[in-house]
Structures are given as C-alpha cells and as structure tokens.
C-alpha cells in the first residue's frame, strides 16, 4: 500500500465553524507534512512531525491546529478561518533517513473553501 | 530559503528536449523533482543525494552540483505525458538543522511544461 488518503476531498467551511481535515498512510513511514497549495503556486510547507513529535511549524496562524494521534494519522484541525485560508491542503508522508527526511508521498489532498 | 527555478514556462513539440535548473543560495543535503499535473497531487521523480550525483528515469533524468547548490532536470525525446507543472524541493544539511528526522522540503515556483503534438 503506497497510498495517502485524505478526507474530506472538498469541505465549505463559514468564519465561524470547526472543522478537521484527515490524512492516513499504512507505509510505515515515521514523518508526516501539511502543506497549502495555492492555484499555480508551489506547496508551501505548515507542519513536520517527525516520530509524531511536532518538529517543524513555519510559524503558521494559530486557528491552525496539528495533531498527530499515531504514526499513521495526521489531523488538520480549522477554527475560525479567514477567506484567504482557502487553498488546497496536501497531507504527505515519508521514511526520514540516516541524514536527510526522504521521498515525499502526497495525498490527493483536501480542497477548502472559506466563504 | 525558496530555490529558484528557471525557466517559469516552457512549450516544446513532442519528441524536443528540455532542461530546468533549480538553484539554491544554502547548502544542501538534497534536491527532489517532483511532477503536478492540474488538479492531481505532486508525483516524486527523483532525488539527488551526493554531489555531482546523476539519476535517471527513463527519458528522465536529473544532475546535483554540489560545489555550485544547482540541480538540472533533462527531459528528452519529450513526450505528451510529461506534461505538467515540475517543482524543485530542497533539503538543507543535516548538520543545519535544529533537530533529527524530517524538516521537509521547500519547493521552488515551478516550471509550467506544455508539450504540444
């Protein structure tokens, strides 16, 4: 199983709503990333957990929320998100190495629109 | 600190060659390729780990320059499938990181690639 899943693959959310995006990979890989995709623009990197401890945030806003409850989940919880929060939210995994974190799998990812 | 890519956009005939270059102003442990193709996820070609090191994937193939933190991807023989939006990623030193494990990648702008028949 080589495979990212993430859930929901599209979600309408208000200002005011808590929602959670979801990312699950059964590869045995021991980092796991979100990134923010904006159209025609490169991912840009939220979050690292590297053996489910959070390693990296690149000083994201705090109505961003990660967690990581096992090696193979990774949660994005949402809480009073601005308009210009709306992106596509990829989830991706790897098997961090003796120096350097590994080929990057990618989800399909998880389109979020904040009206 | 984001790698630049060059060129922003290129169109070829199918079957034409072409290279996009990825530069970085910090050292380096890796440079990935990754392809997108519109409304799909990113999709790993390779990784260059050494300096100088060179990989290949079919028509695919891809060098590191370590000296110069420059990595060059060589399409040839294009062909209507190659196309789509091509990201750098690079990786910093080990020995630069704050801490083990994974820090992940940070991906240059992007080259757009249309190949036409």
């Known amino acids: 199983d080589t495979e990212v899943t993430q859930t929901p693959k599209h979600l309408v959310m208000g200002m005011t709503n808590k929602k959670s995006l979801k990312c699950e990979q059964h590869?045995?890989?021991?980092?796991m990333y979100w990134y923010k995709q904006k159209a025609k623009k490169p991912p840009e990197l939220m979050f690292v957990?590297?053996?489910?401890?959070?390693?990296i945030n690149e000083s994201v806003p705090s109505r961003f929320s990660p967690e990581c409850p096992n090696s193979s989940l990774l949660n994005l919880h949402l809480h009073a998100l601005q308009p210009e929060d709306s992106a596509l939210y990829l989830c991706?995994?790897?098997?961090?190495?003796?120096?350097?974190?590994?080929?990057?799998?990618f989800g399909e990812g998880s389109r979020l629109t904040v009206l | 600190q984001q790698p630049v890519q060059s060129p922003q956009a290129v169109i070829l005939r199918e079957g034409e060659d072409a290279v996009i270059n990825c530069s970085s102003s910090?050292?380096?442990?890796?440079v990935h390729w990754y392809r997108q193709k519109h409304g799909e996820a990113p999709v790993f070609l390779m990784i260059?780990?050494?300096?100088?090191e060179q990989k290949g994937h079919d028509k695919i193939s891809a060098s590191f320059n370590e000296k110069k933190q420059q990595s060059s991807l060589y399409l040839t023989a294009s062909q209507l499938s190659y196309s789509g939006t091509y990201f750098c990623?690079?990786?910093?030193?080990?020995?630069?990181?704050?801490?083990?494990?994974?820090?992940?990648?940070?991906f240059g702008k992007g080259t757009h690639l249309i190949i036409q028949p």
């Open positions: 910090k050292a380096l442990y890796s």
């Open positions: 990623g690079t990786e910093r030193l080990r020995a630069l990181r704050t801490g083990g494990g994974a820090d992940g990648l940070t």
């Open positions: 991706a995994s790897s098997q961090p190495g003796d120096r350097g974190g590994g080929e990057l799998f």
């Open positions: 260059l780990l050494k300096g100088g």
């Open positions: 957990y590297s053996y489910e401890k959070l390693s």
């Open positions: 590869m045995g890989h021991r980092a």
